[in-house]
């Protein structure tokens, strides 16, 4: 059974950082690439970053650039999102997501796994 099990969310206060982890089973994690998105009340589902099976090559939406980090411990079947100098309008519920045997793309629809999402909240 394919399963993605975020955690690290929370309330933080603006400028103050955070660390998201995805740990992923039942899929081939190590051929996977992986993405993180988010969700804000009465919002679309956006890309935050995303990285290939290797963690060498990354993407970032331009929003976040400079201040998220994503990587990944295939030992340990692992994505991690550092959220640094966080600001209010990063408040939203994050997701990971794993495309088997993909590459990185920016496009939800090419995920075919999700995890249940965690609350990152930060205040003003």
């Known amino acids: 059974q394919v399963q993605l099990v975020e955690s690290g969310g929370g309330l933080v206060q603006a400028g103050g950082s955070l660390r998201l982890s995805c740990v992923a089973s039942?899929?081939?994690?190590?051929?996977?690439?992986m993405g993180w998105f988010r969700q804000a009340p009465g919002k679309e589902r956006e890309f935050v970053a995303a990285?290939?099976?290797?963690?060498?090559?990354?993407y970032y939406a331009d929003s976040v650039k400079g201040r998220f980090t994503i990587s990944r411990d295939n030992a340990k079947n692992t994505v991690y999102l550092q959220m640094n100098s966080l600001k209010p309008e990063d408040t939203a519920v994050y997701y990971c997501?794993?495309?088997?045997?993909?590459?990185?793309?920016?496009?939800?629809?090419?995920?075919?796994?999700w995890g249940q999402g965690t609350q990152v909240t930060v205040s003003s």
């Open positions: 039942g899929f081939t994690f190590r051929q996977s690439a």
């Open positions: 990285c290939n099976w290797s963690g060498g090559t990354t």
């Open positions: 997501a794993g495309r088997q045997y993909g590459l990185p793309t920016v496009q939800a629809r090419e995920y075919d796994c």
